[in-house]
Antibody, heavy 117, light 107 residues
Framework: QVQLQESGPGLVKPSQTLSLTCAVSGGSITSGANFWTWIRQDPGKGLEWIGHTSYSGKTSYNPSLKSRVLISLDTAQNQISLKLTSVTAADTAVYYC?????????WGQGTLVTVSS | DIQMTQSPSTLSASVGDRVTITCRASQRISSWLAWYQQKPGKAPTLLISRASSLQGGVPSRFSGSGSGTEFTLTISSLQPDDFATYYCQQYDNYPYTFGQGTKLDFK
């Protein structure tokens, strides 16, 4: 059973870069047809798909974030990473890493990132 | 972007009730629709993919139907564990998008 665990700073200052990593266990990020995905959720609100990438190199981002986001894979560490630049308070959310083939089979527990000075 | 609109936003029901949640897409998405359940403080969990395909381990009281632009999630007989928020998601076109959620609470 694939498990995912996010980690990273819980507090980021405005204009800085939000960086999160996601450790994958129980399976390799290089196997299967999975897309490795980041999704966020405003506290008390809905879900926003940030983007995904695959081991084969297929990557897609939400146009609302595309100019600021990078999702990459570290195959040596079996990890997924997220970088979001120039953050503002509007980027405060619970960030989930996830995996699936369009729909999401696997979810991390989520990590709250607050953007505040 | 494809907009996903769920109705109702909140649904009050009792144990044993049959409930239906609707999800409408702003354009046709064939059957590329998933349903998730989310409980407070937890990540969503996948219930149904491809509009009607029940995931392993999900109770058979859950069912999904629809194609094109209109979809439904039905719970045939509500159990206490089912009171949660439900989301639909389309994965036909980028960016993938979610409905705003339907909160199912006790009447």
């Amino acid at each position: 059973q694939v498990q995912l665990q996010e980690s990273g700073p819980g507090l980021v200052k405005p204009s800085q870069t939000l960086s999160l990593t996601c450790a994958v266990s129980g399976g390799s990020i290089t196997s299967g047809a999975n897309f490795w995905t980041w999704i966020r959720q405003d506290p008390g609100k809905g879900l926003e798909w940030i983007g995904h990438t695959s081991y084969s190199g297929k990557t897609s981002y939400n146009p609302s974030l595309k100019s600021r986001v990078l999702i990459s894979l570290d195959t040596a560490q079996n990890q997924i990473s997220l970088k979001l630049t120039s953050v503002t308070a509007a980027d405060t959310a619970v960030y989930y890493c996830a995996g699936g083939v369009g729909f999401i089979d696997y979810w991390g527990q989520g990590t709250l990132v607050t953007v505040s000075s | 972007d494809i907009q996903m609109t769920q109705s109702p936003s909140t649904l009050s029901a009792s144990v044993g009730d049959r409930v239906t949640i609707t999800c409408r897409a702003s354009q046709r998405i064939s059957s590329w629709l998933a349903w998730y359940q989310q409980k407070p403080g937890k990540a969503p969990t996948l219930l149904i993919s491809r509009a009607s395909s029940l995931q392993g381990g999900v109770p058979s009281r859950f069912s999904g139907s629809g194609s094109g632009t209109e979809f439904t999630l039905t719970i045939s007989s509500l159990q206490p564990d089912d009171f949660a928020t439900y989301y639909c998601q389309q994965y036909d076109n980028y960016p993938y998008t979610f409905g705003q959620g339907t909160k199912l609470d006790f009447k």
